[in-house]
């Protein structure tokens, strides 16, 4: 069956940096369009970041811009998201998730429901 494991997440102070990683199996990945969503307790989960099946196209919600970087390997089934300047704001459960994606369209490529497989989570906790 499909699975999609982060890891990665972890404490890290306000400023700093993390790299977060999904690993991927059951699925032939490089036809999959790979997404993070982020949630918190507060909040319903919210779309961070989505990168094309090849890589070409990436989308990043307006608050990441500029500090978040994701990227993918389609030889090791792995795709990642460099975190930045990390803010307390960030922290958050990130799940990976993976969608067959028929268009780019930021209507389509930011929805949850776009997205067919889901990780089961890693901590990002944010110390300022």
């Known amino acids: 069956q499909v699975q999609l494991v982060e890891s990665g997440g972890g404490l890290v102070q306000a400023g700093g940096s993390l790299r977060l990683s999904c690993a991927a199996s059951g699925l032939t990945f490089s036809r999959y369009g790979m997404a993070w969503f982020r949630q918190t307790h507060e909040k319903e989960r919210e779309f961070v970041a989505t990168?094309?099946?090849?890589?070409?196209?990436?989308y990043y919600t307006n608050s990441v811009k500029g500090r978040f970087t994701i990227s993918r390997d389609n030889a090791e089934n792995t795709v990642y998201l460099q975190m930045n300047s990390v803010q307390p704001e960030d922290a958050a459960v990130y799940y990976c998730?993976?969608?067959?994606?028929?268009?780019?369209?930021?209507?389509?490529?930011?929805?949850?429901?776009?997205?067919?497989?889901w990780g089961q989570g890693t901590q990002v906790t944010v110390s300022s």
């Open positions: 998730a993976a969608g067959r994606l028929m268009d780019f369209t930021v209507g389509r490529i930011t929805a949850t429901t776009t997205y067919t497989y």
């Open positions: 990168i094309s099946f090849s890589g070409g196209n990436r």
